[in-house]
Each structure stands twice: as C-alpha cells, then as structure tokens.
C-alpha cells in the first residue's frame, strides 16, 4: 500500500527551517514509495493563528518546491469532528467528565508536590457516580487512560521506545468551553486523512504515547511513527534565530536558491555515503527513514553556503538574471535598463564562478552596471598615472578597429606591450582599473566583450582623459 503522509505546521509564525526539513522528509518519503503528501494547517490556536503566518508557510513551501497532493486541510474547521470523537470515547467508556475547579487543580498539585509525589491529574472524577455531577461547574472530558503495562511504539527513526501507563495522566480531549484539545485533534485528522506514517520532529515523541492510547480508546489502528531529531545551532545548542532559525523566506531574501536549500537540509540528519550534492531526482531515488540518523543535526551557514555556489554556477545564465536584477537595482538605486542587462547576461559565464549568494552575485556585476564615468576605489586611482593615461589613450586607438572577440583582442594588447617595451602587467592593471573601477574583477578580455565596443572604449577614454563624458 502506498503511503499517505502530512506536514501539519501550527501558523503561529513562518515556515522555519526546522519545519522546512520536516515537510522536505515527508515529501521525499511519499515521492519515493509513489505515495501521497498531504498539507494540514493546525490553526486551532486561535487567539495566535494568523492568515498572514498560513500565507508564509504556503509561498515557503511553494518555493521551496514542495508541492502537496489535493487540498488544504484547516483543523480549525473540523472542530465539530473532534467533539464528535470526545463523546464517542465517554459513550465506549474510553473517557469521563471531569468536573474539578482550577483552584482543585492547582491545590492537588500543591499537595503532591510537598509530598513528593508525581504532580500529573490524580484521575479524582475518574470512577465517581454521574449523580455527583456539578451542575454549576461546565466539564472538561478526559481520556481514561490505561493504568497497567506500558505503552510501546515502533519508532522507524528512534527505535523501539517504551513509557509505563503509570507515568501518563488522564489528559483532557475536550476542554469545559467544548473546544478540542491538540492531542485529540491530530488522532482525528490523521486517522480521518488515512495517513499511515507520521514523520515528524522528536520533541513530538511524548505526545506520540498519548495520542497512541486515544488510537486504542477508539479502535483505530496508530500510523506509523518516525520522529526526527530537531536541528541544533553550530555550538550544539537547540537552534535559536542568532543561529539560523529564521523563515525560509529570510533564505530566499538572502539569495539561496531553493535547489540549495533543499539539498542542504536533506544532508542534515539524513546521509548517503560520502555524497553531499543530491540533486531532486536522486534524492527522491535515495530517501528513506532509515538513513536518518538519531543524532540532532548542526546548522552551518558555510556549508549552505558553498553548496548554494555550486547550484549558482550550475543554473541558466537567464534565471540569475532575473533574480540578480532586483538586488543590483538595490545596490545601485535606480532601474537597469534592457542595455544594461544584456550586457550582464553576456557576462554571467564570468560573474558566477565565484558567487555564493545571488546579492554577492549582484555585488559582482555591479561595475557593468555603473554610467560613466564610473567610480573609481582609491587604490585604482592610484594605478592611473599620468603615464599610464597616455598609454590607456594609444591602446583605445589602437583596438578601435579590432574584432572585438576575446583572442584578437588579447593579441592587440600582447602587440601593444611589446611595441611600448613594457611587461604585461604594466599595462593589464590600469586596463582592469579603467574598466573596473577596481583593482580586482573577471578577466580584462571577458569584461571587453560584455562591456560591448562602444562602453568599453569609453572607459578607457574616460580613464585617459580623452573621451567626451556622457
């Protein structure tokens, strides 16, 4: 049977990265065994669920290509559902009204806590008559749960883990205003969605025990279980925003690629061999539950970094385009125009060897971007002598006619030096300043030819003096 799996982020925030990794598990294990990834929006915190946060996790998904399979599953609107079940678990005797005050509550913990004892629900209304019903006092439901033996669940990640029904208390399912508690909530919408394993983080571990004991209550068979360990910070510490906890729309608004990001949360916690770029295909060929390891995993940005680079100089030339534009429209304030941009495409083949981020690619390409005559960074100014001008001046006339292509123009340039009895070098470090405005950029050649004739002998007239400014 294939398997129906979920991602039921809470919208009380963004779709964090942890959360990124859990949908990115689920997806691959149901792409993997040609089953189905189902979305569920657990919103029944309503005081602290907002459209904008379901919004965010929707686009996050979204761009992170993860596509779930048929509708979007509210739990807020299958409240009625979950009532439903609480009633039925009291009717199977499975449940009971409990009809202790808060300020019961808090004293019996009070009491245990002096003595000792454990402070969970000391079941006080468990066996107690109907008849002593407080009519004044508006129930909650509780599960009755079993006292004897233990609970067990097959982890598919963590193994076999075993808690005593001693140490679990009656929780509530149904709370005095009729509202469903998390716990039922999640066994409803599982068991009604048909999912038959629950891949999730391993902080859910203790719930998996009671949810298991309400599948029992109900008759229902538990899904399988596989919970993940969370991701921690480099330091080993639970991950916090200082360490990268952030949205996955701050990874995309920091000039990740989705490709890349995906790769390097696949790699976080789950393993093959010594193989550390796995493009989509082959993940989905690879991923199952059990390479994932037991450990919590560390977030490195230097990691996400140098993979991000790779994925950079595999991608088309038009897509970092498109998404280096708007970062270079930031830097330089103003439009690019269509020239402009061209000339930056033509370019790309140079710029993206060495980016890791599409603004550090954007940061690259700034200098063909600028209008004449371009800025020039101090030490470049440095190389302008006067001797070097003049020479710029007769190396412009000289190229004027050439084929502009990269060999006839390194020929010129080796001619130029050898007919001016100066070394290479003399000459190549106020060419790169005059067209660079920097001591440092892609080879002269290469930004001749992006530049374009007309652009790059201005540069250079400008550099020697002689040209007529725009």
Sequence with gaps: ?????????????????????????NWLFARHHGGTFKLRIEDTDRARSTKEAIAAILEGLSWLGLPWDGDVVMQSERAERHAEVARDLLARGRAYYCYATPEELTAMREKARAEGRSILYDGAWRDRDPSEARLNVPPVIRLKAEREGETVIEDQVQGKVTVANSQM????????????????????????????????????????????????????????????????????????????????????????LPEALRNYLLRLGWGHGDDEIIGTEQAIQ??????????????????????????????????????ALPELEKLLGRAVTREVAARIETAMPILKPRAKTIPELAA?????????????????????????????GRFAREIAGTDWAVEPLETALRVFVEAEGVKLGVMAQPLRAALSGSTASPGIFEVMIALGREETLGRIGDAAGTAPHH
């Design 169 to 256: 208390d009656d929780l509530i399912i149904l709370r005095a205003d009729g509202t469903p508690t998390y716990n039922l909530s999640v066994v409803v919408d599982d068991h009604d969605m048909a999912i038959t394993h629950v891949i999730r983080g391993d902080d859910h571990l203790t719930n998996a025990f009671r949810q298991t004991q309400i599948y029992r209550g109900m008759g229902w068979e538990p899904p399988n279980f596989a919970h993940i360990p969370l991701i921690h910070g480099p330091d080993g510490a639970k991950l916090s925003k200082r360490h990268g906890a952030l949205g996955v729309e701050a990874y995309r608004d920091m000039g990740y």
């Design 364 to 392: 690259r390409a700034r200098f063909l971007a600028e209008s004449r005559p371009i800025p020039m960074e101090p030490k470049a100014q440095d190389l302008l002598t006067p001797e070097a001008r003049e020479r710029l």
């Design 286 to 323: 690879w991923f199952d539950l059990d390479a994932v390891g037991r450990a919590p995993a560390r977030f490195d940005f230097a990691k996400l970094e140098n993979l991000n680079g790779h994925y950079i100089r595999e991608t088309g030339d038009e897509r970092l385009l498109a998404l």
């Design 1 to 25: 049977m294939a398997p129906i799996v979920r991602f039921a982020p809470s919208p009380t925030g963004f779709l964090h990265i942890g959360g990124a990794r859990t949908a990115l598990f």
